[in-house]
């Protein structure tokens, strides 16, 4: 580097040498410092010293590069002009913080050291100038503690044993009870204790001081951690970091300082107002503190006008300039207005959406601009009850956040109970080790599930979410005990009946009752959500099993149904007893059509189905009572969801989530069944599975048993007919689970389409429906190109596609996939978000491949991942058609696609 | 086609106007039996129909093409001046059969018809001639059943009930019991059952007869069945089928005749003689049916010289034309040999090898002929012993053949019996429901294993193949009754120490003790080998466990072990105490690393130590017990694989598997380890997984607990340093399991690499090792360019990768796979033979991503595929560096890598 080269930028006083757009060079921090100070926004005056500076220093090990000091001098000098004070001069000092700053914001490096100036006689001086020597001890004790620890490496617990000893010595407890001289004490030992791990004394000299402080920025670039940090993030090709010196300001050198910190809107509502607080005489920690209360912003009108005036007027220009609500901390020091900070305001949903939608009506930002400043995420706060955000909390541990929302309610241990107090009009949350099916009945009385096993995919929190339930799942740290009906965290007893909370959100376990409040969707929302939906490409559509959910996502703007599971259909009221009635006939029948396939004449068929006769009628009786339930469902929901394409996929689940496992259970099943308690323990034991995930499911019971798929497809298209005559339009698509091969498909395609024709042949109509199939297995998407011959819809069932692409079992990573987020492995739970990388590739290939021959191929996902943004964002580039996702993410989708849409134009 | 082109292609007397070449016109036997006539080989004389002219018949709806007639006709003539008879001529007939035949070899289509020609005069001829009114009406009779049945549609079963009347009539049992009167009776009875279903009277006509059979053969190629056939076997391009006249030779016309089959060398032995038997006499189905006792082919040659030169001569003659030996159907008939069929024959293993390496001596074929002459799978009948083929089987049902082999013992139902009576000296066959790891003890103990569930890479059959141990599994329709020490077959009941008997090759559970035969390694078994050796290109290598499974695969040609698993080490003999110990610490233990991570300063991390100090000392305490079992097992190993590359596999099941199951069990852990009995059974609740398969298993151990993996490193390290030190040459190559992503290899790595640093800087020594991953989870493969930059080699594990592309979970497929084959979906189990199509691409893929950032990557196979011949081809192609499978394949993978590279050529 050239000595003469510039390596050091001014900013203050209303001229800044550096600007926003110079973040490689100046580092993000460094560059908008100096873009404030351009606008002439009253920030404390200071120097940057470019990134490239780090790097010739770490190219020449530790030193600085020629000329580095002689323009660091300059700036100091430059500085000590703009703010009227000297670096150690006792009677007026300038005080400065050091700070580290890369082109991409870093966790990592070093943290910020303040009141870097002071020394013995700096001390002096400000008790001299404040008469409050407390506080001059108070800073220079925290300045030595600091400089030791970050700049030093002299680690902060050697200076805390010093001050606990003097809080024995001096029979106080807390820091700010010792007086100036037991400070002065604190004081004199560490600088001694600096002098013992340092090796040399504490730098007296601001100059020095700087010097040490500006290396120890350079140094911590090559920090383990940062290189960590910046590996895990992809961040390369970067100099290093720049260091920014700024003069210290002081809100609390008397009744003319003060600090605040305020929005240009309202952050909390979105409201067009000036918001914020304040306090008088203080530092930016006291109003984040809560020691003190701060007074809200208004009242600095009247306190101190012109200050007020000159901080409402930078607002409104800093908005306008940032085009964005800007949350900002300032400090008054002797009357003078300085600007701390500006930044984008972090804001609540319904603010979000305000704000978005009231700049595009004052045209300060173009829709594109509002679709892309609410988080989609967010929205979900809009959408379900939440907990007061005053109340108090008894937390008791923490879960995983399975499904949004706020629930209070009493303990309860079985889906029976939960359904009997329901019924009495009590309001109870279910506590279970796991869900399974069965407890569908209790699910559904409960207000809120709580389970100690399964993690963000598991049966309850998918369930929960489909039902736009509070859940909390996986917590791992409480031990239910069923039969004594109560559960412990610790020492803690929760016993049926207890009230307890569940913050979905947070994945919280509270104790006792906290207050909830309910949401209501505003005005802004829907002139929003328009706005999405003119952007983008992609077709939202729900995951629905029931009339309510498909209306309440219709309601949510959902385009028609992408996935309806008829699974739990089977469970509902006295349904599961025609269908335990054919599972337990199931082997019998089966038998009997292969030796009917296999007899030779038609005399021996005859003699085989006499032989089975009761098996046929058990199994082909239990179907029959079945299709007036299905045909029933299947008229509601495509009614609730008229003129919209309804994808119902075929029974998935294995047989076996059908049957009781406990044994009181399986008494009550033979006795309704008439058969005996050991026969259904031998139908159990028989239809185990060791991983029922890769079992006998899917279209794998249809390969078995045609006759189920034979008539649910019977029961959708009567249905339809049903709706249709009812003069509404109906758009079925009937969707096969688990297929692992064209072969596969075709066989039970086939069987589907002929019992539809026969459908039609009895009807004396027709009406237009299509077969698709799932893409969940990886097979099925490494032979798309095979498996799309036969299907004109694939649907991405990203579930099972990642427990099956990345060998984890939905319900048993939980135990683990912590430690892979933890060390970074995994960037985020892929249950969560799409891994993109693995199993995007494979759905990317089944996309390429599947219409590779057939171009008209519609394209969706109905994976949890429909519903997340930044799988949201995967689908658009892969040219999906559409997501599918639990009704109360139907928003965040639209928004999500929208996003997508603008992002990857 | 123009009516002069030649439709029809006669054959007989010594010339032809086909060969063997014209398959595709004349089908695949039409070729054949103009190519044995072209060589003077006495066939009876015939014409075939080209095949396509079945394609104009089929375009013509069903018309001959013109000039077909003539044609026909023509060929006739010169039929009847070949063989002296004449077709209706009733002194005189000739009598002709009628048969399909394609240019492939195609079940489906039509049946033959034997004995056209005859009618009712013909009849009276032949009883004129014979004086055997009995056999005339008796072949008459089965002409009109054959030709209405199989030609016209006229089903087998009205003929069947006509003549089950008759012998009801005649108070007879069997058709055989019913004299001439009586069959005259029924020839009058089908004649009329023929006319009353066909609607006209049965044809008289010999050319009517072979116009409508003509007919027949051609409408039977598009049969449903046929056609399904075709499309099954991915059987296009075809014209159609062939249609074959021969005119038909009598061996039981009188004491001047006879039939018989035979070999030109012996197919049991391989040996070089005249091999056969026949009967004087008599039809060929004669010799077949056993009624009769044949006579060797020897006595021929006093009974009928003449015609026993001819025989011999002509075998000599066609096993030299076709270099192979050939088995051969022949009739004399009054005194005229006649060769009805030749083709290769079929042979037991020791006959093939020997045959294969004679034949090179012989200088009959080429090396690389000879290894094509066995089929690898054969190889395995040498390995193990053998049923004793004549003993009497009472099969009392059959399971699927897991392990091959034959095994006799006394039936027990626990791992502890089975090792407690081999103790006391008894020969025990252990029947399960299913294995665990808990069984391998009472496994070894055992000669063979039964269990009723799970399929062909269960528990029980890995491991048993792996051990050579013969193994019949998943037998659903034994119920096992642990309890009361017994198992059941519909009414038979077998108790413990009842004699069964175990065939593993035909999957058969038997009653009682079956005689069984030791094997032997023939000198031609190892010469036939080295031919192999020779021409392969793939490496072959073995799955072992164990010094005594290294040792002999080593014996059968391995090259080096390419998996030794290492979880079944953590079960042998007191090991498993610490086992559990460390499990009961794990969750503590963890805790403990985490906390401490955690903590920011040195006292608080001491602090944690102190806290959880009983966990840390049990966690430590029970690697450290571990650590000198596996440095021993690792050592003998090393030994028994000296200057032979070791590649082990770090500890792969999930930690459950280590736990007590059974009450009993857990109140031992108990007792054995001091806690309560709640506690084992809330560690085994805690650890139980829904999906083990997808759990908490493999390099996910490692994550969580790296200490494990540490110490198998070390072990592994230990002890090649010790075993180079005893002068033998040590390639150790450590595995690591069930890898998803790069990053997750990098941190296992990178810990087993520091201890391996560790133990080298200790003995202050170094010796050379490789790291690599298993790639069995999809997502490795399909990111097998990140992979491979940490990897320096590959290994294929394509069991979990099966189950994973698929979705089949292999314990659990057993109940549905069957119906799969069946239905054609898929043409073999999956995970017998490698699906190339889905499971392949990823393999592929695999392969082609991680050669494309590291050409040196050495790349191998270690699922139960790498020992099948379809799926080592499929290796080869794909160009990997080696194959390994299980000790008793090694053979049979030399023998397939050498097909495969002549093959692919």
Chains 1, 2 share one sequence.
Not at 1 to 16: E, I, P
Not at 271 to 285: D, H, I, S, T, V
Not at 332 to 361: F, H, P, S, W
Request: hydrophobic share 40%.
């Amino acid at each position: 580097m050239a000595k003469n080269k510039k390596m050091v930028y001014f900013f203050g006083g209303g001229k800044a040498e550096g600007n926003a757009t110079m973040k490689e060079l100046l580092g993000g921090k460094g560059a908008n410092l100096a873009e404030m100070s351009s606008l002439g926004v009253p920030v404390p005056g200071g120097f940057t010293i470019a990134t490239s500076v780090c790097d010739e220093y770490n190219k020449k090990k530790g030193k600085w590069p020629a000329g580095l000091l002689s323009q660091v001098e300059t700036n100091v000098k430059k500085l000590e002009k703009v703010m009227g004070a000297k670096l150690g001069d006792p009677s007026n000092p300038l005080l400065v913080s050091v700070r580290s700053g890369a082109a991409v914001s870093m966790p990592g490096m070093m943290d910020t050291v303040l009141n870097l100036g002071l020394n013995d006689s700096v001390i002096e001086g400000i008790i001299a100038k404040t008469g409050n020597a407390r506080f001059a001890y108070d800073i220079y004790r925290r300045f030595i503690d600091m400089f030791g620890d970050v700049v030093m490496g002299c680690h902060h617990e050697h200076f805390e044993k010093a001050i606990h000893a003097a809080k024995v010595k001096a029979k106080v407890e807390v820091d700010s009870d010792l007086n100036a001289d037991q400070l002065k004490g604190v004081v004199d030992k560490y600088k001694a204790i600096y002098k013992k791990h340092v090796g040399r004394m504490f730098p007296q000299d601001g100059m020095a001081q700087l010097k040490l402080a500006v290396n120890a920025v350079f140094d911590s670039w090559n920090l383990p951690r940062a290189e960590k940090y910046r590996q895990l993030n992809n961040i390369t090709g970067l100099l290093g970091t720049a260091v920014n010196v700024q003069a210290m300001v002081f809100g609390n050198m008397g009744n003319d300082c003060g600090t605040g910190v305020c929005f240009t809107r309202n952050p909390s509502t979105g409201k067009k107002e000036f918001y914020g607080e304040f306090l008088m005489n203080a530092q930016g920690e006291d109003v984040v503190a809560g020691i003190r209360t701060p007074l809200p912003l208004k009242k600095l009108n009247k306190v101190m006008p012109k200050a007020y005036k000159e901080l409402t007027a930078l607002m409104t220009r800093l908005e306008k300039h940032y085009k964005d609500m800007q949350d900002m901390e300032f400090t008054i020091q002797q009357k003078k207005l300085y600007i701390l900070q500006t930044r984008g305001g972090k804001r609540t949903a319904a603010a979000a959406v305000k704000c978005a939608v009231d700049m595009v009506n004052e045209k300060l930002i173009t829709r594109k601009t509002a679709i892309t400043r609410v988080e989609p995420d967010q929205l979900d706060q809009l959408l379900h009850p939440s907990f007061d955000s005053k109340a108090k909390r008894d937390v008791m541990t923490t879960g995983l956040p399975a499904s949004p929302g706020a629930a209070v309610g009493q303990a309860v241990f079985t889906a029976d109970t939960a359904e009997a107090w329901k019924a009495d009009g009590k309001t109870v949350i279910l506590v279970r080790l796991e869900t399974s099916p069965e407890d569908i009945g209790g699910m559904d009385a409960a207000v809120g599930i709580l389970t100690a096993r399964g993690g963000m995919t598991s049966h309850a929190a998918v369930v929960a979410r489909g039902m736009g339930k509070c859940c909390v799942a996986g917590v791992s740290d409480i031990v239910i005990n069923e039969k004594a009906k109560k559960f412990s965290v610790g020492k803690t007893v929760i016993k049926q009946g207890d009230w307890i909370s569940l913050d979905g959100t947070a994945g919280q376990v509270i104790k006792g009752k906290v207050p909830t409040v309910e949401p209501k969707l505003s005005g802004e929302f829907g002139k929003f959500m328009a706005m999405c939906d003119k952007v983008r490409k992609l077709g939202v559509r729900t995951n629905a099993d029931t009339p309510q959910d498909a209306k309440r996502a219709r309601g949510f703007g959902a385009e028609g149904i992408g996935l309806c599971r008829t699974e739990h259909m089977f469970f509902e009221g006295e349904r599961i007893w025609p269908v335990r009635s054919m599972i337990l006939a199931a082997e019998d029948y089966t038998k009997m059509l292969q030796e009917i396939s296999d007899a030779s004449t038609p005399k021996e068929k005859k003699a085989i189905a006499r032989t089975y006769a009761v098996a046929k009628k058990q199994f082909e009786g239990a179907l029959k009572k079945l299709l007036p339930y299905q045909r029933r469902d299947f008229t509601a929901i495509f009614k609730a969801m008229a003129g919209l394409p309804v994808t119902v996929r075929l029974l998935d689940p294995p047989l076996h989530e059908f049957l009781p496992q406990e044994k009181d259970n399986q008494a009550e099943m033979a006795r309704r069944l008439k058969v005996t308690p050991r026969r259904v323990k031998e139908e159990v034991e028989k239809l185990h599975e060791f991983n029922p995930m890769l079992g006998h499911r899917g279209c794998r019971l249809a390969v078995t048993y045609p006759a189920i798929y034979r008539m649910q497809a019977r029961a959708i298209i009567e249905a339809a007919i049903a709706v249709k005559k009812a003069g509404k339009v109906v758009l079925p698509e009937i969707m096969i689970p688990l297929i692992g091969s064209v072969e596969e498909l075709k066989l039970v395609k086939d069987d589907v389409i002929d019992e539809i024709n026969q459908v039609f042949k009895e009807k004396k109509t027709k009406i237009k429906y299509m077969i698709g199939t799932m893409i969940e297995v990886p097979r099925a998407a490494l032979t798309a190109d095979l498996v799309a011959k036969e299907a004109e819809f694939f649907s991405f069932g990203t579930n099972d596609l990642t427990q099956m692409t990345m060998g984890f079992s939905r319900d048993d990573a939980g135990k683990f996939l912590g430690d892979y987020v933890k060390h970074g492995i995994y960037a985020v739970d892929p249950f969560q978000a799409l891994d993109q990388t693995g199993v995007g590739k494979l759905v990317e290939m089944g996309i390429q491949l599947g219409r590779s021959v057939n171009k008209k191929l519609k394209i969706g996902i109905c994976g949890e991942h429909g519903g997340e943004p930044a799988s949201i964002d995967f689908c658009h580039r892969v040219g999906m058609n559409y997501v599918s996702c639990s009704p109360f993410r139907v928003p965040i989708a639209r928004l999500a696609a929208a996003q997508a849409a603008l992002a990857n134009k």
